[in-house]
T-cell receptor, first 112, second 114 residues
Framework: QQPVQSPQAVILREGEDAVINCSSS?????VHWYRQKHGEAPVFLMI?????EQKGHEKISASFNEKKQQSSLYLTASQLSYSGTYFC?????????????FGGGTRLMVKP | DTGVSQNPRHKITKRGQNVTFRCDPI?????LYWYRQTLGQGPEFLTY????????KSRLLSDRFSAERPKGSFSTLEIQRTEQGDSAMYLC????????????FGSGTRLTVV
């Protein structure tokens, strides 16, 4: 079962902030975040691991609530280049390797 | 390293024909994944290799789909007797076990079944 992302779409003005949420019904080992621009491949942004470790871009932050199996991606002072579709990918905590299940995506448009 | 390479970029085929796609991962990566993506949706898992071993295959994957990764290098995904519902973008990704840098995706192969 795929994770649920919210909102499905958001429109921002340059400089505004946004939060994208990802929720899973499964116990998770990690959550990944990717951004995909139209016609391009998804690009890795950040990984959050069970236990609190995280690695990713300097200008993007995220959180992972292990008790609720929820993650949030925080985009601050948005730039035009942030436009695209954001996907969370979840890795279950059952030693099945690091195969990811992706959410349906959140479409972000940043306007001047 | 030039990243993950997929060929062809586009494939148009008639219903009932067989098609094969190729993926060349980043050379240091020992894990390789195939996903399918339709318009407006997230990537849907198909199958995954660690080195040359196919470790996981989606239950949604019909027996018309098969994938190989000989010698743990490049991988091929074959779809036999294609159907219109197979039309999608097929994405390949690779990663290094234990790495914190996530997946590196290729640009995909767009399949259109007419």
């Amino acid at each position: 079962q795929q994770p649920v992302q919210s909102p499905q779409a958001v429109i921002l003005r340059e400089g505004e902030d946004a939060v994208i949420n990802c929720s899973s019904s499964k116990a998770l080992y990690s959550v990944h975040w990717y951004r995909q621009k139209h016609g391009e491949a998804p690009v890795f942004l950040m990984i959050l691991l069970k236990g609190g470790e995280q690695k990713g871009h300097e200008k993007i932050s995220a959180s992972f609530n292990e008790k609720k199996q929820q993650s949030s991606l925080y985009l601050t002072a948005s730039q035009l280049s942030y436009s695209g579709t954001y996907f969370c990918g979840t890795e279950e905590d059952n030693n099945a390797g690091n195969m990811l299940t992706f959410g349906g995506g959140t479409r972000l448009m940043v306007k001047p | 390293d030039t990243g993950v390479s997929q060929n062809p970029r586009h494939k148009i085929t008639k219903r009932g024909q067989n098609v094969t796609f190729r993926c060349d991962p980043i050379s240091e990566h020992n894990r390789l994944y195939w996903y399918r993506q339709t318009l407006g949706q997230g990537p849907e898992f198909l199958t995954y290799f660690q080195n040359e071993a196919q470790l996981e295959k989606s239950r949604l994957l019909s027996d018309r789909f098969s994938a190989e990764r000989p010698k743990g290098s490049f991988s091929t995904l074959e779809i036999q007797r294609t159907e219109q519902g197979d039309s999608a973008m097929y994405l390949c990704a690779s990663s290094l076990e234990g790495s914190f840098y996530g997946y590196t995706f290729g640009s995909g192969t767009r399949l259109t079944v007419v």
